[in-house]
């Protein structure tokens, strides 16, 4: 007898599991579930097997192969574009030559209907196709069959409402067909068994029977049904080769406990039943394996390891101390020690749960993800390659757009962001005018309001704005959400203090565990939060930006000059700007409607064109402002770029020239020609933190740009503003009466390098210690990262608080001392990684 096995379906409900494996490979009882079918049609005299292929093929064939280790002979049909399940069986057959009668059963169900019986029936009923029933509870995810008395077909309906339910009996999707029944299924088309042929043949009036079988059968379509049918094993409510039928590949270690070949199995470890524990594994001291689970070959469970109700598949690793409870851990996963994974989790093939993480019911993790130490996941891990318990980095708080950030988790980490505020205080809340920031800006608002928290909307509006109108409404606080500038469909949730700067890490802390934990409050009905919206905020910004600035001078200058921006998001900031300075403007507009903006790559590939245009023009410079009017990048009249470096120290020598700073802050990062100008006005420099709050916090005391006609009223951030950058540049300028592109060249030469060193997440502590014990007798500074200073020279170690890289800068007396500099401690860092492995 020849049998059609049909494991081509990819079985999308099963995604988490099988994204990496065809669905007829996925482990029932440590074997996969086309095993136990094979088992089945062997057990039934069946002994020629062709197996229909589409998804993966080369993983069904590899492990099959001709079939002779399951006593049968087999042959394979590969799909090149699916045909359905009648035109892959057709298909099928075309390659067998089949011309007899012969079996279909689907590769990836579980079942022990006695395939002998269903011949029997079929033969004795004269049936053309006689479909295998069986009976269900809930038949609605079936295809239900209407039969008479005598089990002839009369109805077929596919998926029934409740309201469609005449019969509990439904379609197996197990078939005993006649090899006439083929010519009714068209060559080359998309055709169905239950959905064209079957119909079609009971129009015709061709005998079709179903046959009711007694017996264990489940279509494992979803996690649910998979975790149901392993329990099922176990109870004994279908007896399997691979445990509880003859030819068990486990014996029965004790009481219903079974155990496979090779297994060490510390005299300390308790297991109760009914379990499975496959071949080869290793069970430490302390070790507590729980009713109805299921271990699977080769893996290793570490000392004080609790494992309940779960399924783990093959060459796993779960540390010390850690509890899995109701969850499915596919193939080579490892548990670091104390990790902790809950009911319905399914952890993906190659995944690693950090030390200490803990990964919340119902969550999946995808394949090759890392959950790092520490790490409390709440929701499923689908795209990003990593996620921590710190939600925050350094700007806040960034992700795939409706992945990691969600309407769902934006709504939550705003409400628990709420949970720090004063009852009944208002919020500030803005976008930019992108889709995805809009729609999380909705529900951002909805998750304040939630809280009983009032908000200001501001509609699509700028970082800068936003911190202006913190201070301007006497707001408590305030978030702002745009793309993000550096990676590609990511989104930036930023989130500000009642000051207006970045909140600072000990708040991001507590927002962080107010998020985990799900410690916020609930206003109660007539608590929620009023949303106001606030006209007029640009003006107010604008003159408070120019209040203490030189504006009748500029415009009476009459600058020429060129722009690129972001037309659709900044157009009603930057012409405003330039109307109230009198400014003769040629402008290139960042974009045109699209879905996102310009990459700083894109951008700065547009400078020379820029930079032709200021020339052409005879304007006094070119201006890039980036789409959140944070970043300006100036061209000087002569074409030339004014380097990052040399910004910096642009804005240092405008605040110089200012005469108001005592002290002149600036980050660690920045060049030593700073304290050279600085000496020179007879000002000191303090070194910041690279983060934005520290370097904020130090301009904001030192109120370098307080232009507020109050003196609680907003200052504002030349740092982290490109309109108040921009008008103090051009206001010294004027002044002085120079040329951006002689004010530039009162800058002594800069020799700078940056590169960048990959470290895993878990290795950076330990580079950092090992770089700072070799350094112990040098000079040093660890402000942020470690600086070591060679003479006049110096290095920066920075560990990347977002990415797992070391950022490296070096200052030279020339651009090649600093880049040897720079790569010395590439290498180094490198270096290390490799003892350390």
């Given amino acids: 007898m020849k049998a059609i096995l049909m494991a081509g379906g990819k079985g999308t409900r099963l995604r988490p599991l099988t994204c990496c494996l065809p669905k007829p490979m996925v482990p029932i009882a440590n074997r996969p579930m086309m095993a136990h079918i094979l088992e089945l049609i062997r057990k039934h005299g069946y002994t020629d097997v062709t197996a229909t292929l589409f998804y993966l093929p080369d993983a069904i064939r590899k492990y099959f192969g001709d079939g002779r280790n399951f006593g049968l002979n087999m042959d394979y049909a590969v799909e090149d574009v699916p045909l359905g399940t009648a035109g892959s069986v057709k298909n099928a057959c075309r390659a067998a030559a089949i011309n007899d009668t012969f079996l279909v059963i689907s590769g990836d169900t579980l079942t022990d209907i006695n395939l002998t019986e269903a011949l029997e029936f079929h033969r004795r009923k004269g049936s053309a196709a006689t479909l295998v ?8 995810e079936y295809g239900l069959v209407i039969t008479d008395a005598n089990g002839k077909i009369r109805r077929f309906l596919e998926k029934p409402g409740w309201g469609e339910v005449f019969s509990d009996c439904v379609n197996t999707g197990i078939y005993i067909l006649e090899p006439d029944v083929l010519k009714e299924i068209p060559d080359g088309q998309v055709y169905d068994f239950s959905k064209n042929l079957f119909p079609a043949l009971l129009k015709k009036k061709v005998p079709l029977y179903g046959f009711l079988a007694k017996g264990y059968w489940s279509d494992i379509g979803n996690l649910d049904q998979y975790r149901e049918a392993q329990i099922d094993i176990l109870r004994g409510n279908i007896r399997v080769p691979g445990i509880n039928a003859p030819g068990a590949q486990a014996t029965e270690y004790q009481p219903g406990v079974w155990v496979g070949e090779g297994c060490v199995i510390s005299s300390d470890a308790i297991l109760a039943g009914p379990a499975l524990i496959g071949s080869e594994c290793v069970i430490g001291p302390g070790v507590f394996v729980g009713e109805f689970s299921i271990i699977g070959d080769h893996v290793r469970l570490a000392a004080g390891a609790s494992v309940k109700r779960s399924v783990i598949w093959s060459g796993s690793h779960i540390g010390a101390n850690s509890e899995l409870r109701g969850v499915v851990s596919a193939s080579r996963t490892i548990f670091g020690s104390h990790a902790t994974a809950f009911e319905g989790a399914v952890i993906g093939e190659r995944s690693h749960i950090g030390d200490r993480a803990a990964i919340r019911p ?6 090759d993800k890392q959950v790092e130490a520490g790490a409390i996941i709440n929701d499923s891990v689908i795209w990003n390659p990593g996620t921590g318990k710190s939600l925050f980095g350094r700007l806040g708080i960034s992700g795939t757009v409706n992945m990691a950030i969600s309407p769902e988790f934006a709504a939550k980490v705003a409400a628990a962001f709420a949970s720090l505020l004063p009852r009944s205080s208002s ?3 803005s976008s930019d005018g992108y889709r995805a920031s809009r729609m ?3 529900a951002v608002i909805a998750g304040f309001l939630s809280a009983g928290i009032n908000v200001y909307d501001l509609g699509s509006l700028t970082t800068p704005v936003t911190r202006y109108a913190i201070r301007a409404l006497n707001a408590a606080a305030g978030l702002q959400i745009r793309l993000s500038p550096y990676y590609q469909d990511h989104v930036l949730m930023e989130f500000l203090d009642r000051e207006g700067l970045n909140i600072d890490r000990s708040t991001e802390r507590s927002v962080e565990n107010a998020y985990f934990c799900e410690d916020f409050p609930r206003a109660a009905l007539e608590e929620i939060g009023e949303v106001v919206f606030v006209p007029r905020l640009i003006e107010s910004y604008m003159d408070g930006l120019l209040h203490n600035t030189a504006v009748d001078q500029i415009a009476a200058r009459g600058y020429k000059v060129v722009v690129n921006y972001d037309a659709g998001h900044l157009s009603m900031l930057l012409p405003g700007l330039f109307t ?20 700083l790559d894109q951008i700065m590939a547009a400078l020379d064109d820029l930079a032709g245009l200021v020339r052409s023009h005879a304007a006094d410079l070119g201006i890039v402002v980036d789409n959140n009017a944070e970043r300006l990048i100036l061209i000087d009249e002569r074409g030339r770029l004014v380097q990052d470096e040399q910004m910096l120290a642009l804005m240092s020598l405008i605040i110089l020239k200012q005469g108001n700073a005592q002290t002149l802050p600036v980050p660690v990062t920045a060049s030593r020609v700073i304290e050279q100008m600085a000496q020179e006005y007879k000002s000191a420099v303090v ?23 109050g003196s609680s009223g907003p200052s504002f951030q030349p740092t982290f503003d490109a309109l108040i950058s921009l008008a103090k540049i051009l206001e010294v300028m004027t002044r002085e009466g120079l040329t951006l592109g002689q004010l530039v060249d009162m800058i002594p030469p800069i020799h700078m390098s940056k590169m960048t060193a990959d470290c895993p997440w878990q290795a950076k502590g330990l580079v950092m210690r090992s770089l700072i014990e070799e350094h112990s007798n040098d000079a040093v500074e660890m402000i942020d990262g470690l600086k070591v200073f060679h003479d006049d020279d110096w290095v920066l170690v920075l560990p990347d608080s977002d990415l797992p890289v070391f950022q490296v800068y070096s200052e030279a007396s020339s651009q090649e001392e600093a880049d040897a500099l720079a790569e010395l401690y590439l ?3 490198e270096g290390l990684q490799t003892q350390l492995t």
């Fill in 133 to 140: 029933l069986t009976k269900v509870r809930s038949p609605l």
């Fill in 362 to 367: 119902g969550v999946k993790i995808w394949p």
């Fill in 427 to 429: 919020a500030v809340v």
């Fill in 440 to 442: 999380l800006k909705r």
């Fill in 580 to 599: 109230r300075l009198n400014c003769e403007v040629v402008t290139i507009p960042h974009r045109e409607n699209g879905p996102r903006p310009k990459s």
């Fill in 687 to 709: 070194r910041t933190k690279t983060s934005p709050r520290s370097q904020m916090e130090q301009l904001a005391e030192q109120k370098i740009f307080d232009n507020s006609s």
């Fill in 827 to 829: 290498g180094r860092i």
